[in-house]
Nanobody, 123 residues
């Protein structure tokens, strides 16, 4: 059974950086596209980035493009979300999700989810 565990969340100041990790267990990371979503209180879950399983192509939502980057380390079965130039509006619970077909922006496409990690941006 594939499981995802996120880590790396916490408190950061505006303009600061955090790195989130999503560790995949139960199967090889190479079989899955991995996406990052986030959900702020009272808002819908938003897809912000994805890395494909086949060619490592990356995708970003406009809200994070140029500030966030996604990478994968197959040896560690881990996907990272590098978050720079953080803004107040980046505050949310961040989730990683896996799909064995490909990247998609809708949360409904993903059946495997982590438990989430809180990111708070505050001065």
């Amino acid at each position: 059974q594939v499981q995802l565990v996120e880590s790396g969340g916490g408190l950061a100041q505006p303009g600061g950086s955090l790195r989130l990790a999503c560790v995949v267990s139960g199967d090889s990371l190479d079989y899955y596209a991995i996406a990052w979503f986030r959900q702020a209180p009272g808002k819908e879950r938003e897809g912000i980035s994805c890395i494909s399983r086949s060619d490592g192509r990356t995708y970003y939502a406009d809200s994070v493009k140029g500030r966030f980057s996604i990478s994968r380390d197959s040896a560690k079965n881990t996907v990272y979300l590098h978050m720079n130039s953080l803004k107040f509006e980046d505050t949310a619970v961040y989730y990683c999700a896996a799909d064995d077909s490909g990247c998609g922006s809708s949360a409904y496409l993903y059946e495997i989810w982590g438990q989430g990690t809180q990111v708070s941006v505050s001065s």
